[in-house]
C-alpha cells in the first residue's frame, strides 16, 4: 500500500519561507512524476509545481521564482522550498506521487492528506 505524507507546513509571516517535504511509502515499482497542488479555503484546488524522473520542472505562474520543487528519488521524497510566501500562498498544500506499484500495473496518482501552510501580512 501507497501512503503519501506530508510536512512541513505552519504559520508564517509574509515574506518568509517555509519547505514542504513529501515521503511515499509502500511498495513502489517505478515513481514518475511528482507534484504540489494547494486549496485555498473556498476554491478548487490548483496545480502549483510538479517535477518528472528526469528532473524537469513546471511551475504555476503564481508561484515562479518564489517556489522551487525538487525530489530525492532514493528516499521517494518530494519537497517544495517557498520563500517570500504572500498571504494568497495560504492553502492546504498536497502531494501528489504518479507511479506503479508493481512491473504489471499501471501507472496512478496517489495524494497526501495535505498540510496547512498559512501566511499571515
Known amino acids: 500500500q501507497v501512503q503519501l505524507v506530508e510536512s512541513g507546513g505552519g504559520l508564517v509571516q509574509a515574506g518568509g519561507s517555509l519547505r514542504l517535504s513529501c515521503a511515499v511509502s509502500g511498495s513502489i515499482f517505478s515513481m514518475n512524476a511528482m507534484g504540489w497542488y494547494r486549496q485555498a479555503p473556498g476554491k478548487q484546488r490548483e496545480f502549483v509545481a510538479t517535477i518528472a524522473s528526469d528532473g524537469s520542472t513546471n511551475y504555476a505562474e503564481s508561484v515562479k521564482g518564489r517556489f522551487t520543487i525538487s525530489r530525492d528519488s532514493a528516499k521517494n521524497t518530494v519537497y517544495l522550498q517557498m520563500n517570500s510566501l504572500k498571504p494568497e500562498d495560504t492553502a492546504v498544500y498536497y502531494c501528489?506521487?504518479?507511479?506503479?506499484?508493481?512491473?504489471?500495473?499501471?501507472?496512478?496518482?496517489?495524494w497526501g492528506q495535505g498540510t496547512q501552510v498559512t501566511v499571515s501580512s
Open positions: 501528489r506521487a504518479n507511479l506503479r506499484v508493481r512491473r504489471a500495473s499501471g501507472l496512478y496518482d496517489y
